[in-house]
C-alpha cells in the first residue's frame, strides 16, 4: 500500500493516542475529519494499522515482572518450529516472541505477577514442546522503556 504524507502523519498521531477523534486528527493533519477517517479505516482494512490497543501500567494490573527469556530448539524442521511458534502465540504471558539469528532461536517478553507463575509456564513449555532444547532468563530489574510504536518518517524512503 503506498502512504502518503497525510498518512504518515496520521500514523505517527494514532500510535501516541489512537483514541483521538477525527476533529482533532484533522486539525494537526489539514484535512477534513471525513476524509481522516476513510483513511484510517482504509489503513485498517488493509492491515498496515493492525489493532488499536491500551497501554497499561503493569504495577497497578498485577503483572510487574518482566522476563526476557531466549529459547534454543533442536531441529529448526518448518513443522517442529510452526508448532512452538503456535504454543507461543498462545500463551497470554509472552508479550512478545521473536524468531531470531544467533546462538538461540527465539527470544520471548513474557511478564508474569510472580517468579512462580513464570516458573509454572517455563515447565509447561518444556513438557509440552519437546523440541526445545533450553532457555535462559533475564530477569528485567526495572522498566525503561516500553512502547510498540514504530517511526514512520513523513516522506517515504527512496
Not at 513438557?127 to 532468563?137: D, G, L
Amino acid at each position: 500500500m503506498q502512504l502518503d504524507r497525510f498518512d504518515r502523519q496520521l500514523l505517527n498521531l494514532v500510535q501516541q493516542d489512537s483514541s483521538l477523534a477525527a476533529e482533532r486528527l484533522a486539525e494537526q493533519v489539514a484535512l477534513s475529519p471525513s476524509a481522516i477517517q476513510r483513511r484510517l479505516r482504509r489503513m485498517r482494512e488493509q492491515g498496515v494499522i493492525m489493532r488499536d490497543a491500551a497501554v497499561l501500567d503493569p504495577v497497578q494490573v498485577g503483572r510487574p515482572n518482566f522476563f526476557i527469556v531466549s529459547l534454543e530448539v533442536e531441529r529448526e524442521r518448518p513443522e517442529l518450529l510452526a508448532q512452538l511458534r503456535s504454543w507461543l502465540n498462545e500463551q497470554e504471558q509472552i508479550q512478545q516472541a521473536f524468531y531470531v539469528t544467533g546462538e538461540v532461536d527465539f527470544v520471548l517478553i513474557v511478564t508474569a505477577p510472580h517468579m512462580e507463575a513464570f516458573e509454572a509456564l517455563m515447565s509447561r513449555l518444556l513438557q509440552e514442546n519437546a523440541n526445545v532444547k533450553r532457555y535462559t532468563t533475564n530477569v528485567a530489574l526495572g522498566l525503561v522503556k516500553r512502547g510498540l510504536s514504530i517511526p514512520v518518517p513523513l516522506e517515504e524512503a527512496e
